[in-house]
């Protein structure tokens, strides 16, 4: 929503020196070893999300989105008194749940509750490890992109990831950035798994079930988890491939068959029961042909916005690097239009499809591999500023 502001001018001040000290040192955290690498970006992207969110009204902005207990998560922590009474008792608190809780499973809620149980913290704390945790993404997203590229521009696109507006603006700002971890720590041990290891394979199935006890958009991935073993199966003998296969089904069922086994609490009855509530919130996009096309151009032109205007600039104007490529370098695009067609998605998809972004870091490889320095820098320069001018001009808050 418009709401231009810029009270905490203070504030503002951090995102441009930590931004300013990682251009300035961009060349030699390029060449670090990859844990230290991995490490600087972390801290960078916690430094540079917290204070970007910041500059509205102070450290307030950081944590408001927990204070409204109403909607939000943090609303349903006095619900828990342990973890398996929780859970026992999930369908019957129903009705007691937040609003924007009902139609999700309880990971969430859980994991606020580690949280809050292991550091004795308050709604900032809960935020700043939040956003903490959710940094840690680009370690998967590090291993996963190292299948197809080689490792220097696999760095590069890690660097632009970490100011990329989508995930600087809310994922410092919504749940949803735990979701981002645990899809993209599950793509990583799958792909990884499917390709190398049966340990990896049965990890990763365990990974995958923790990703959809945080919400259940991660069954809308399934088209991608195909195209994986179908791409794998070229060069994989299908036996193994099968096995692997198999290993993650079973971790992944394993994991909700324990949880049945120790508490009740079925993954199954819950999703019934979201389902039922979200047909009787949300309008249909089916409803009329006026109505699909609304929320189609709404969903399409807000997603690519927090992408990036530079991006949405770069792939029009380079499109044609894309000729002769695979699969993967389209499988972003693939499903953005895939999530379209399916017309549940009602706006906000900045924040929900957050998890769909990293797929982008493909197509954008083949822009900026080939960058000269300076031309890189200024590159990073407009991400900068599309989410500094972003932040000041809207309420981006979730």
Known sequence: LPSPKAAEWLWSLLPVAVFGIFLFFETKIIRLSAQKFLATLMVTFIFFATSVAA????TYSIYERFTRTFWEYTGNLPLVTNVHDFLRDYSSLHASLVSHTVTHPPGFTLFLYGLQQIFDVGFFGLSFLVISSGAMVLIPLYYFLMHFLPSETTRRVIMVYVFLPSFVLLGATSMDMIFLLFTWLSISCLYRGWQKSSLFSFLGGIVAALALFGNFLFLLLAPLF?????????????????LRVGLSFLGFIGFYLAIYGWTGYSIVTNFIAARATQSGIVQSNFASLSLFITFAFMNISSFFLYLG???????IKQWSLFKQRTMPYFLGFIMVLFFIALGIFQGE???IWLFITPLFLL???LVIKNYSERTFKGYLSLLF???????TLFYTYW
Do not use: A
């Open 385 to 391: 500023f599309q989410s500094i001018v972003i932040q």
């Open 363 to 365: 197509p954008i490889s």
């Open 309 to 315: 205007i530079p991006n949405c600039i770069l792939f």
């Open 55 to 58: 500059t509205r009204e102070g």
């Open 349 to 351: 998809v900045e924040r």
């Open 226 to 242: 195909l195209y994986f073993i179908y791409d794998l199966s070229r060069s994989i003998p299908k036996k193994i491939l099968g």
